[in-house]
């Protein structure tokens, strides 16, 4: 089942194809999050598969959960384990290279609505 979780968690789930650059989005994310849950570190480009933090969001504590998936065809079957309860997908595509925003119309939005038909989906390029 996807779409929204109970409680006061965010899970976002994030794809790109192995044609695609790794999305600089996702390191944004980490860091804004590192300097949240750290004033004053200094920001540094993250690698990670699963990241999660605690965030206060209107008073309220949330935890922020980020996973990026393999985008690899030796995972098709394995990848979608890990859509249930995802809030939002996001799709990172690469705007010099025209395949990759293919691929986001004929693999990984068809693969997000055939397991997640209502979960919306950010595009960044």
Same mark, same amino acid.
């Given at each position: 089942?996807?779409?929204?979780?109970?409680?006061?968690?965010?899970?976002?789930?994030?794809?790109?194809?192995?044609?695609?650059?790794?999305?600089?989005?996702?390191?944004?994310?980490?860091?804004?999050?590192?300097?949240?849950?750290?004033?004053? !570190?200094?920001?540094?480009?993250?690698? %990670? +598969? $699963?990241f999660s933090a605690q965030m206060t969001v209107d008073g309220y504590p949330v935890n922020l959960g980020l996973w990026d998936t393999a985008g690899q065809e030796d995972y098709d079957r394995l990848r979608p384990l890990s859509y249930p309860q995802t809030?939002?997908?996001?799709?990172?595509? !690469?705007?010099?290279?025209?395949?990759? %925003? +293919? $691929?986001?119309?004929?693999?990984?939005?068809?693969?997000?609505?055939?397991?997640?038909?209502?979960?919306?989906?950010?595009?960044?390029?």
């Amino acid at each position: 089942m996807c779409g929204r979780s109970y409680g006061h968690h965010f899970r976002d789930v994030i794809n790109s194809s192995t044609t695609t650059p790794k999305c600089p989005f996702r390191f944004w994310i980490a860091c804004f999050i590192r300097k949240r849950r750290q004033p004053g !570190s200094n920001c540094i480009s993250l690698i %990670f +598969d $699963n990241f999660s933090a605690q965030m206060t969001v209107d008073g309220y504590p949330v935890n922020l959960g980020l996973w990026d998936t393999a985008g690899q065809e030796d995972y098709d079957r394995l990848r979608p384990l890990s859509y249930p309860q995802t809030d939002v997908f996001v799709l990172c595509f !690469s705007i010099v290279a025209p395949v990759s %925003f +293919d $691929n986001v119309l004929t693999k990984w939005i068809p693969e997000i609505r055939h397991n997640c038909p209502d979960a919306p989906i950010l595009l960044i390029g």
